[in-house]
T-cell receptor
């Protein structure tokens, strides 16, 4: 099973709202990732977690707050977003960060619209 | 990680082989070539990866040149469902930053 699930599939929020995106995998992977993808552009890395600890933050604004409560779950908390934050948010996981080759498995994404 | 160059778009007739090229002339000896694809509005899907030998799985074949400066992804019998953006990515040791380039938009036509 190479499934990564993401909820919700779609989300519409106002600029003053607080919402959360959820990602789950049951493959025993210890690395999890958040990507942002604007229309007609490739995915861009936002955060990387390894063994439930934040390893990489690609200079993402603080209105995006990641959380990894356990090895199977990854959340992205959203607060005071801007319309330009509207995008497809992708979660991915891989077995580990420290192997020479590492295949990432992606979820279907959450399509976010900020009004 | 080395940079990759891919044609922006390609067409392929249904049932024919689709050959997608990728140039990675600055690749280092320990860097792997990975291919993913993304069907419209879905998450990227892993296809195949290799270091220097040619690889084949149930989805595709990966041909890497002897000097490793380029590779070709081959979909042996393309179907309409193979229409997608195909990303060629080079990753090395500790290369957990999967950097996606612009990719190749493959159109499979009936």
């Amino acid at each position: 099973d190479t499934e990564v699930t993401q909820t919700p599939k779609h989300l519409v929020m106002g600029m003053t709202n607080k919402k959360s995106l959820k990602c789950e995998q049951h493959m025993g992977h210890r690395a999890m990732y958040w990507y942002k993808q604007k229309a007609k552009k490739p995915p861009e890395l936002m955060f990387v977690y390894s063994y439930e600890k934040l390893s990489i933050n690609e200079s993402v604004p603080s209105r995006f707050s990641p959380e990894c409560p356990n090895s199977s779950l990854l959340n992205l908390h959203l607060h005071a977003l801007q319309p330009e934050d509207s995008a497809l948010y992708l979660c991915a996981s891989s077995q580990d960060l420290n192997r020479n080759q590492e295949t990432q498995y992606f979820g279907p994404g959450t399509r976010l619209l900020v009004l | 990680d080395a940079k990759t160059t891919q044609p922006p778009s390609m067409d392929c007739a249904e049932g024919r082989a689709a050959n997608l090229p990728c140039n990675h002339s600055t690749i280092s000896g320990n860097e792997y070539v990975y291919w993913y694809r993304q069907i419209h509005s879905q998450g990227p899907q892993y296809i195949i990866h290799g270091l220097k030998n040619n690889e084949t799985n149930e989805m595709a074949s990966l041909i890497i040149t002897e000097d490793r400066k380029s590779s070709t992804l081959i979909l042996p019998h393309a179907t309409l469902r193979d229409t997608a953006v195909y990303y060629c990515i080079v990753r090395g040791t500790g290369g957990f930053k999967t950097i996606f380039g612009a990719g190749t938009r493959l159109f499979v036509k009936a």
